[in-house]
Structure formats: C-alpha cells, structure tokens
C-alpha cells in the first residue's frame, strides 16, 4: 500500500466538494445520535448493517444527505463501528468512544470503489463535477481509496491509496545498530556518543504565534477581520508543523542511512505530556517515531522497542550494577561499583543499544556485532 496526497486547485466549484464534507459531519453526526439512543433504549450495541440500512433509506428523503456518495456513507458507519469497537477493547486504557464533531471542523469524506474517475492529464471526476489538481507525480498501481480532505484554511487535499506498486529494492547494510535516548534538552542522544538537538519549531515560534493569537481574540465575532486574523493563525501553526514533519523526514533518512537496527525505549508519552506539557509537544516523539518507522520498513532496516521499565539510566554500562534511586536532576553519576563514571543519557542509550541487540533476530545481531560496545 502506498499513499499519495494532491493538492486541488482553488476554483468556484470546490464548494460542492465543501458542502459534500459538511454533508458528511452532519451524517456522521446523527449516526453517534442514533448509537446513544439505541443503547439507552435496548443497553445493546447498534450494528454496523442496520445502520447502514437505516442511513440508506433516510438519504433517499433528505436531497443534502445526496451531496454524499453511498460509499462515503458506508465508511462513515464503519468508522464508527471501528472506533467503538476500540472503546470496547481499551477502555480501561482511558480510550474515549466517538463522540459528535462540529460540522464546520468536520475534516473529509473517503470513496472506495466509484463515485470518482481519473481523466486524462490532471483531472478528476468526483460525482459529476469536474476538478483539476497539483499532478506533482503519476499515479501507479490500482486505486483502493480516495480522499477528500479540507484544511483549517479551507484548502482541499486528495488523498489517494493505491496497491500493487512495485518499487525498486535499494538496501544499503551498514552492519551497525545503535541506541538512542530520548531527552528534554537534547533530543536524542546515541550509543556512540553524539548528540542530536531539536531545533523546537514552536518556541521558535512562539512570540509570533501569540501575537496572532491575540489579534485573533480581539476582533469581533462573525466579520471577515476575525475570518481573516484566523487564517493567519492557522498559517502560523501550519508553519510550524511543515517544518518540524520535514526536519523529522530527514533525520529519520540520515538515521536509517548510518544504522541497520535502531533501538529505542518504549515512551510513556500521555504521562509525559502531563509533565511537562508544551515541551512535550514541541519535541513530538510519538510523531518522530512513526515517520522512522515508516522509512525503516521501506529501506528494509529495524527499530526495537524495550519495555518501558527497564531501568536503563539508573544501570551501569560497564558492570551491570543498578542504582535504587536517580533523581532527574543527576545528569552524571559514579558506579559504587566499578568507579566509572557514567553521563544519564550516554548511558542510558547504550544500555538500549545492548539490551535491543539482545532481542534482534541472530542474524541482524551478526551483523552489527562490531558495533556493539557492551
């Protein structure tokens, strides 16, 4: 599978793609209100089939329901039924069910198998309405979805999936595996010594945001100067996200490039997050880790995960011998057993580096063997 995203051309026309989304919030809207009723009334879950049928038949009699395809509708019931299932399966994790959207922040609508048609250079037909788009490359393989995604500035994207893409295999093998820990002041720091900073986008951006933000507040409710003080706020913190996603594209390239295994520590981040709070935010480990995921299985390298609990700064890389306590402060300590001193995040990557290589498979750990310093 692989997901290609073109941006539309601005045209009069795009509101009917606007009003299909809006279409979209408003159904998906009364599909949750028809799961709370149907279990206050029978305390049962509300199937996927009925309602789909249900919707069916209330679309033939509402004409704005119409503005979305069938298939956009089945995929909203599925959604739906998906997110619940989820609800079902973890809500001892604090997992929330789906709940209503305000209908202008509704965001897309899927299509699967008709409903749009590829024309020739870069057109596409969605209903019977025509739309050109940014062709930035050509579409192989077989179309399995289609989206349509709206931006906070109104902007609509198209989101397509598309199977059976072959694609040259191109792995470069280095032999080497490393360990990295995650820090506040540095955000990354490997096995081998060297540290990597995070620019942090959004405290460089921070004075200028709450400028905006405050310009946003001040004007009045409903005019086009609120409008228009909105989407320069919106501007602002799309920038931010558009140059941290690419610094994280980029070092994940750089890191798989040096390194065939990657080791990292499993991150409680919603404890983090009520930690430390916008610095956790502004570092976005969990969004980090995703992109280099996603490169590593693409260039055919590994990232492993340890437990969480492993006490990797509070034990010693050289002797093995584990601390009881290390306050967060300590960024340096002495091993009361073999005397060495040990810097808190240096140490606490090679024992990551160790305790992954240990759980590698045999052949990836022969490989990287001379770059292990246990």
């Known amino acids: 599978m692989k997901t290609l995203k073109f941006k539309l051309y601005q045209h009069n026309r795009n509101k009917y793609l606007k009003r299909s989304i809006n279409a979209a919030g408003v159904i998906y809207n009364h599909c949750i209100a028809l799961h709370k009723r149907y279990y206050r009334m029978w305390g049962k879950h509300l199937n996927c089939a009925k309602l789909q049928a249900h919707i069916a038949k209330l679309r033939k009699r509402k004409e704005f329901w119409q503005s979305v395809g069938s298939q956009a509708v089945q995929d909203i019931c599925q959604r739906i039924e998906k997110a619940y299932q989820l609800f079902f399966k973890h809500h001892k994790k604090r997992v929330r069910p789906p709940n209503f959207k305000k209908v202008r922040r509704y965001k897309s609508f899927t299509l699967k198998l008709a409903g749009y048609k ?98 946003h507040s001040k004007k009045v409710k409903g005019s086009a100067n609120r409008e228009r003080a909105r989407k320069h706020l919106v501007r602002k913190h799309e920038d931010v996200s558009s140059r941290r996603s690419d610094w994280f594209w980029k070092l994940a390239h750089d890191l798989t490039d040096k390194f065939d295994v990657l080791c990292f520590e499993t991150l409680n981040l919603r404890g983090m997050q009520r930690l430390w709070g916008r610095k956790i935010s502004d570092l976005a480990f969990g969004e980090f880790l995703n992109i280099l995921e996603w490169v590593a299985q693409k260039k055919k390298k590994q990232v492993v995960f340890i437990d969480r609990w492993y006490p990797s700064s509070k034990t010693c890389n ?27 995040d240096e140490n606490a990557a090679k024992n990551i580096q160790a305790v992954g290589a240990s759980t590698v498979k045999l052949g990836d750990v022969r490989q990287a063997l001379p770059a292990i310093a246990v």
């Open 318 to 344: 050289h002797c093995g011998h584990v601390l009881k306590e290390l306050d967060l402060s300590v960024r340096e300590w002495r091993c009361p057993s073999c005397q060495s001193i040990n810097g808190r």
């Open 118 to 215: 590829f024309l020739s250079d870069n057109r596409i037909k969605i209903g019977s309405k025509v739309y050109q788009y940014w062709k930035s490359r050509e579409i192989e393989g077989t179309v399995k979805t289609l989206t349509i995604k709206r931006t906070p500035l109104g902007e609509l994207f198209m989101v397509v999936v598309v199977d059976g893409v072959i694609e040259p295999q191109t792995r470069v093998e280095t032999g080497k595996i490393a360990g990295f820990d995650f820090g506040l002041k540095t955000f990354l720091t490997v096995s081998d010594g060297s540290q990597i900073e995070s620019p942090q986008f959004l405290n460089q951006s921070l004075t200028t945001i709450k400028v905006a933000n405050r310009q």
